[in-house]
């Protein structure tokens, strides 16, 4: 099937500074990537949906100038978590559908991060 | 508002018990269905996926799951699990036409040997 990748894997940063997970599709084109979140022992939570040359749709709740996101090209999205604090502390995984009416959902292997 | 309740939070079996995970979604409209896993340190694996036809679902590893529209219903289940089986299952839902997924509280399986 196809792949998602995302780096880094693991990141710990400081409380205030900025950190940018990439989510790469590595052999299809995705025009749509999703940014999740999810907590420890509890269930996946949409963040965001990138869209490749456009602004990404926020989920309700969700602040747009935290996470910031950038779909520069069909196979790159980006989420940048500004001025991190520890309640930020997550897993955050990205998943894709191949463009052009894919049905299955890629999922990359996430990002644990925690801020300290 | 779309959501999707997984009925078992945690649950433990014996080698060759059989399993069945409730999964139950609220959405008036036409829905995709998934089963997902997570084994420890791993990606979500995609275990099987309902979109239109035949209601019950075959999947990898014994895994199938049936579709029940009147129930707003999509349980998993296995004759018999192994005990590397052990995992957290994800049921989701895809409404309509977007991509993104609703994901239900997901469910913890140990299975003993």
């Known amino acids: 099937g196809a792949v998602v990748s995302q780096h880094p894997s693991r990141v710990i940063c400081k409380s205030g500074t900025s950190v940018k997970i990439e989510c790469r599709s590595l052999d299809f084109q995705a025009t749509t990537m999703f940014w999740y979140r999810q907590f420890p022992k509890q269930s996946l939570m949409l963040m965001a949906t990138s869209n490749e040359g456009s602004k990404a749709t926020y989920e309700q709740g969700v602040e747009k100038d935290k996470f910031l996101i950038n779909h520069a090209s069909l196979t790159l999205s980006t989420l940048t978590v500004t001025s991190a604090h520890p309640e930020d502390s997550s897993f955050y995984i990205c998943?894709?559908?191949?463009?052009?009416?894919?049905?299955?959902?890629?999922f990359g292997q996430g990002t644990r991060l925690t801020v300290v | 508002a779309q959501s999707v309740s997984q009925h078992n939070h945690h649950v433990i079996l014996s080698e060759a018990a059989s399993l069945e995970l409730g999964c139950n979604y609220s959405y008036g409209g036409t829905v995709n269905l998934f089963w997902y896993v997570q084994y420890p340190g791993q990606h979500l694996q995609l275990l099987l996926k309902y979109f239109s036809g035949d209601p019950l679902v075959k999947g990898i590893k014994g895994f199938e799951a049936e579709f029940i529209k009147s129930k707003f219903s999509f349980n998993l289940r296995k004759p018999s699990v192994q005990w590397s089986d052990t995992a957290e299952y994800f049921c989701?839902?895809?409404?309509?036409?977007?991509?993104?997924?609703?994901f239900g509280q997901g469910t913890t399986l140990q299975v003993k040997p």
């Open positions: 989701a839902v895809k409404p309509g036409n977007t991509g993104k997924l609703i």
């Open positions: 998943s894709a559908f191949e463009t052009g009416g894919g049905t299955e959902a890629f």
